[in-house]
């Protein structure tokens, strides 16, 4: 290789790097991304399964198949009473699930471009939050996966000048 291309190159290799400390580097936020996936997986099963079964029923399927697990026995409810609570559950399970993947595309996105940063965590925090408000509090161990992901932003060590 000429002397020319030697300083060319390393020119090039020079100007790639110039935006980084040379000691910087990048952090693999691996445990939070499985802990993440396992979340986001789980609510998805959950809770868009059940919005997607209850919302392709119909009423005397729901009285017969859903609502005595879901709603117990109770000989004062009418099915269609069952019914509309049933399909109001599942609304809020759909509007939740989506606010959830919103919400952690938006977390991913700081944790993806920003990895030695906590402020990430925030986010998933409030992922968590919206699965417990959303899922009524009946998926609690969901959300208990993304206040562990919120905690590992907030323990783990950090750079120096990356407080946020």
């Given at each position: ?60 399927a729901f009285g017969e198949i859903v609502a005595p697990v879901l709603l ?89 000048g990356s407080l946020r």
């Open positions: 290789m000429s002397a020319v291309a030697e300083r060319s190159a390393g020119r090039a290799g020079s100007a790639a790097g110039a935006g980084r400390r040379p000691s910087a580097r990048r952090r693999h936020r691996v445990p939070e991304y499985v802990v993440l996936g396992l979340g986001l997986v789980a609510a998805v099963v959950t809770m868009g399964g059940f919005t997607t079964v209850v919302n392709q029923m119909d009423e005397a117990g026995e109770d000989p004062r409810r009418t099915a269609a009473e069952a019914y509309r609570i049933g399909r109001t559950l599942a609304a809020w399970f759909g509007t939740s699930l989506v606010a959830m993947l919103l919400v952690s595309a938006i977390g991913i996105t700081h944790m993806h471009h920003r990895p030695d940063r906590r402020s990430p965590g925030w986010w998933f925090l409030a992922v968590g939050l919206i699965c417990l408000v959303g899922s009524q509090l009946i998926l609690f161990p969901i959300a208990f996966l993304f206040f562990v992901v919120a905690g590992l932003f907030a323990l783990r060590p950090i750079s120096e």
